[in-house]
């Protein structure tokens, strides 16, 4: 047993034991708070700062695209939205439910939140709603207020005021892709509902329309909720850019084409500045600046119009005989003379194969002054021949056939300029006569763009080599200075004169094209691309006419001109797909589009009658689509052995039966 001494003795080493420890474990923590609050003070004070007060990004508004007036093509408006920030939220599915109870959120609503969730930053905003009216922004700002991770914000959407008129030529702007974000690394990529340009002069000057992101700190609660705001750094908006086009006149165009599948492209000789670049038909770029709806995308896919496709840049046509200007200028340079001639019966003889002209009874004796005006192919096949596929090659390049210009537009289509050279390249074959015959009248291998033929008509017209552009100079700055083509006025002038018949003499073949402006005169060449012949077979079972052809398989219609003939300013090509005839049709539009640059009062009246005759073919085509959806359902209703014996759908016709027949080809 031990003593009261021992007892003593050994409590005091115990004590002194756990005193030690305890003073050990004192001094560790008091060694750590120093170092944390000396060493690391800084880092843990900046911690608790970002917990209580969040950074967020002002995307910029997008600059403003304004025509040659300064009128607005496409702007922003006003967009009330709903976002939420994934690791601020607890449960998505209550914080849907709790959304729901004031905006109505269907199945690929839910979709795509998840689905953004799901790809993004969980402290990136996700976008649940836009466009949102403001009695519901109102009702949200009220109801949602206090839910972690919710929040109504106010940003800008594009807007464009005419719509399918400049979707080709504008473009218009979307959700940047992943591959884009990894490419720029730029947070605003993936910042909810950040658009940038994806096509047309929005994707070639996005840089500059895009502008510069500003931020805004703000005190949060640990919920999230902003309890007030610290500071702000304001966005930079992009700038404004001005642009060549005339809204008016590219409105006039486009409703002038009514339900065509064309171009028209109008450039101004003195400048290069291109006035009015139409492709109709089109798309609503207010609809591409959302999401496309599946519904609609797979319409516009399988339209035979190709409203996706800009045609005026990127379409490539044979220019028919709106090249036989070239031609005719390659043979002045190569020593033939205006008077030279050749006794037109309607066809050209190479060998065993016989070459036709338009006017199958032939022209009689033609010269270099009536071949244009009465667009005789047989004076060209002949004179073509003899000058060569190389000489007329080279006045094309020189006239800007097949060249790409410096325009902010995506996807220019260069064309083709056969020689013999560019065979042997690309087949590896000799160049044949015949094949200089269909080039010497704008067939066979040639291929251009409605912006070629533009260019190379206000060429033709001021003898200088002139450079189209669509970004309008600054003001006050000296107009552009056009090397000349250096072709001898003389050559020109016997041109431009043919070109004068073709519109103003009695036997020319677009006498519909004459201005009806007193004192401005119209110069202009038709042309007829064919895109197949009708066989002997067919004619034998009366298949004569080019409309009796599916459509799909009627000749281009085009038309070049100039104006005024006394003193060149406007320059216009015209190509109307599958358009039958030059002469009878691509014509009058460039009449009346020149016409609105002198007379817009007078031009404005041809719409009346154009646009009527379009809205009863819609109404008809209307109603034949709900008299064949009726059937079909009434189809279906029927026995099996009755619907094999139903009849067919009426058909509609587009025209009385009686109506007279074009000519089977016409320029």
């Given at each position: 047993m031990r003593s009261q001494a021992e007892r003593e003795q050994s409590f005091t080493r115990r004590a002194l034991v756990l005193g030690g420890g305890m003073g050990l474990v004192g001094l560790t923590l008091t060694s750590r708070l120093t170092y944390l609050s000396i060493f690391e003070g800084e880092q843990y004070r900046l911690a608790s700062e970002e917990n209580r007060v969040q950074l967020r990004l002002i995307p910029p508004r997008r600059g403003w695209i304004v025509d040659r007036?300064?009128?607005?093509?496409?702007?922003?408006?006003?967009?009330y939205r709903l976002e939420l920030i994934p690791e601020q939220i607890g449960d998505l599915d209550t914080v849907l439910a709790q959304i729901g109870k004031v905006l109505p959120l269907g199945f690929e609503d839910e979709l795509r939140i998840r689905a953004d969730i799901a790809i993004q930053p969980s402290y990136m905003p996700v976008e649940v709603a836009r466009d949102l009216d403001w009695r519901t922004f109102a009702a949200l700002n009220v109801k949602v207020a206090d839910v972690a991770g919710l929040r109504p914000v106010r940003a800008f959407s594009r807007v464009y005021p005419d719509a399918d008129h400049f979707a080709h030529l504008l473009g218009y702007v979307g959700a940047p892709t992943p591959e884009q974000y990894k490419e720029q690394k730029d947070p605003l990529l993936i910042f909810p509902g950040f658009r940038i340009g994806k096509d047309g002069i929005e994707r070639r000057a996005d840089k500059s329309l895009r502008g510069t992101a500003g931020a805004q700190r703000v005190e949060v609660t640990a919920r999230g909720k902003v309890v007030r705001e610290l500071d702000t750094r304001g966005d930079i908006p992009g700038k404004t850019l001005r642009l060549t086009i005339d809204r008016d006149l590219q409105n006039f165009t486009a409703r002038r084409l009514g339900d065509n599948s064309a171009s028209v492209i109008v450039i101004d000789c003195l400048t290069g500045d291109v006035l009015t670049m139409v492709s109709m038909p089109a798309y609503d770029p207010n609809i591409f600046s959302t999401r496309v709806p599946t519904a609609l995308w797979k319409e516009l896919q399988a339209d035979d119009h190709n409203p996706l496709l800009n045609k005026s840049a990127m379409g490539l046509y044979p220019p028919g005989s709106t090249f036989k200007m070239v031609t005719a200028l390659a043979a002045l340079e190569a020593g033939i003379t205006p008077d030279q001639g050749i006794d037109c019966n309607g066809r050209y003889r190479l060998g065993n194969n016989t070459w036709h002209c338009h006017a199958r009874r032939g022209h009689g004796f033609v010269d270099m002054q009536s071949a244009l005006p009465k667009s005789c192919d047989v004076y060209f096949y002949a004179f073509g021949r003899q000058v060569g596929v190389d000489a007329i090659a080279a006045m094309a390049h020189r006239l800007g056939l097949g060249q790409k210009f410096d325009l902010p537009l995506p996807g220019q289509a260069s064309g083709i300029v056969p020689s013999t050279d560019w065979k042997q390249q690309r087949y590896g074959k000799a160049w044949t006569i015949g094949e200089t015959?269909?080039?010497?009248?704008?067939?066979?291998?040639?291929?251009?763009?409605?912006l070629q033929l533009a260019v190379m008509t206000a060429r033709l017209a001021s003898g200088n080599a002139v450079m189209p552009r669509l970004i309008a100079a600054p003001d006050g700055s000296p107009p552009p200075v056009f090397a000349s083509l250096g072709i001898p006025e003389d050559h020109l002038a016997i041109v431009r004169q043919g070109m004068f018949d073709v519109v103003n003499a009695g036997i020319g073949t677009a006498r519909g094209?004459?201005?009806?402006?007193?004192?401005?005169?119209?110069?202009?060449?038709?042309?007829t691309a064919q895109v197949r012949r009708i066989s002997a077979a067919e004619r034998r079972t009366g298949v004569k006419r080019n409309e009796a052809l599916p459509w799909k398989q009627r000749d281009h219609a085009l038309f070049v001109a100039f104006a005024p003939t006394e003193a060149p300013r406007y320059a216009v090509s015209v190509i109307i797909e599958?358009?039958?005839?030059?002469?009878?049709?691509?014509?009058?539009i460039a009449r009346d589009v020149l016409t609105f640059l002198y007379d817009p009062a007078r031009a404005l009246k041809t719409l009346g009658p154009i646009e009527a005759a379009l809205a009863a073919k819609r109404g008809a085509e209307a109603q034949e689509k709900a008299l064949a959806a009726q059937q079909a359902e009434e189809a279906k209703l029927m026995p099996a052995w009755l619907r094999a014996e139903a009849p067919m759908p009426p058909s509609f016709e587009t025209g009385p039966a009686d109506a007279p027949a074009p000519p089977a080809r016409e320029d």
């Amino acid at each position: 047993m031990r003593s009261q001494a021992e007892r003593e003795q050994s409590f005091t080493r115990r004590a002194l034991v756990l005193g030690g420890g305890m003073g050990l474990v004192g001094l560790t923590l008091t060694s750590r708070l120093t170092y944390l609050s000396i060493f690391e003070g800084e880092q843990y004070r900046l911690a608790s700062e970002e917990n209580r007060v969040q950074l967020r990004l002002i995307p910029p508004r997008r600059g403003w695209i304004v025509d040659r007036s300064g009128k607005p093509l496409a702007l922003n408006r006003p967009d009330y939205r709903l976002e939420l920030i994934p690791e601020q939220i607890g449960d998505l599915d209550t914080v849907l439910a709790q959304i729901g109870k004031v905006l109505p959120l269907g199945f690929e609503d839910e979709l795509r939140i998840r689905a953004d969730i799901a790809i993004q930053p969980s402290y990136m905003p996700v976008e649940v709603a836009r466009d949102l009216d403001w009695r519901t922004f109102a009702a949200l700002n009220v109801k949602v207020a206090d839910v972690a991770g919710l929040r109504p914000v106010r940003a800008f959407s594009r807007v464009y005021p005419d719509a399918d008129h400049f979707a080709h030529l504008l473009g218009y702007v979307g959700a940047p892709t992943p591959e884009q974000y990894k490419e720029q690394k730029d947070p605003l990529l993936i910042f909810p509902g950040f658009r940038i340009g994806k096509d047309g002069i929005e994707r070639r000057a996005d840089k500059s329309l895009r502008g510069t992101a500003g931020a805004q700190r703000v005190e949060v609660t640990a919920r999230g909720k902003v309890v007030r705001e610290l500071d702000t750094r304001g966005d930079i908006p992009g700038k404004t850019l001005r642009l060549t086009i005339d809204r008016d006149l590219q409105n006039f165009t486009a409703r002038r084409l009514g339900d065509n599948s064309a171009s028209v492209i109008v450039i101004d000789c003195l400048t290069g500045d291109v006035l009015t670049m139409v492709s109709m038909p089109a798309y609503d770029p207010n609809i591409f600046s959302t999401r496309v709806p599946t519904a609609l995308w797979k319409e516009l896919q399988a339209d035979d119009h190709n409203p996706l496709l800009n045609k005026s840049a990127m379409g490539l046509y044979p220019p028919g005989s709106t090249f036989k200007m070239v031609t005719a200028l390659a043979a002045l340079e190569a020593g033939i003379t205006p008077d030279q001639g050749i006794d037109c019966n309607g066809r050209y003889r190479l060998g065993n194969n016989t070459w036709h002209c338009h006017a199958r009874r032939g022209h009689g004796f033609v010269d270099m002054q009536s071949a244009l005006p009465k667009s005789c192919d047989v004076y060209f096949y002949a004179f073509g021949r003899q000058v060569g596929v190389d000489a007329i090659a080279a006045m094309a390049h020189r006239l800007g056939l097949g060249q790409k210009f410096d325009l902010p537009l995506p996807g220019q289509a260069s064309g083709i300029v056969p020689s013999t050279d560019w065979k042997q390249q690309r087949y590896g074959k000799a160049w044949t006569i015949g094949e200089t015959l269909n080039t010497s009248i704008g067939q066979g291998y040639l291929i251009a763009n409605p912006l070629q033929l533009a260019v190379m008509t206000a060429r033709l017209a001021s003898g200088n080599a002139v450079m189209p552009r669509l970004i309008a100079a600054p003001d006050g700055s000296p107009p552009p200075v056009f090397a000349s083509l250096g072709i001898p006025e003389d050559h020109l002038a016997i041109v431009r004169q043919g070109m004068f018949d073709v519109v103003n003499a009695g036997i020319g073949t677009a006498r519909g094209a004459r201005s009806p402006i007193g004192g401005v005169h119209f110069a202009g060449k038709t042309g007829t691309a064919q895109v197949r012949r009708i066989s002997a077979a067919e004619r034998r079972t009366g298949v004569k006419r080019n409309e009796a052809l599916p459509w799909k398989q009627r000749d281009h219609a085009l038309f070049v001109a100039f104006a005024p003939t006394e003193a060149p300013r406007y320059a216009v090509s015209v190509i109307i797909e599958h358009g039958i005839a030059g002469g009878r049709y691509a014509a009058p539009i460039a009449r009346d589009v020149l016409t609105f640059l002198y007379d817009p009062a007078r031009a404005l009246k041809t719409l009346g009658p154009i646009e009527a005759a379009l809205a009863a073919k819609r109404g008809a085509e209307a109603q034949e689509k709900a008299l064949a959806a009726q059937q079909a359902e009434e189809a279906k209703l029927m026995p099996a052995w009755l619907r094999a014996e139903a009849p067919m759908p009426p058909s509609f016709e587009t025209g009385p039966a009686d109506a007279p027949a074009p000519p089977a080809r016409e320029d």
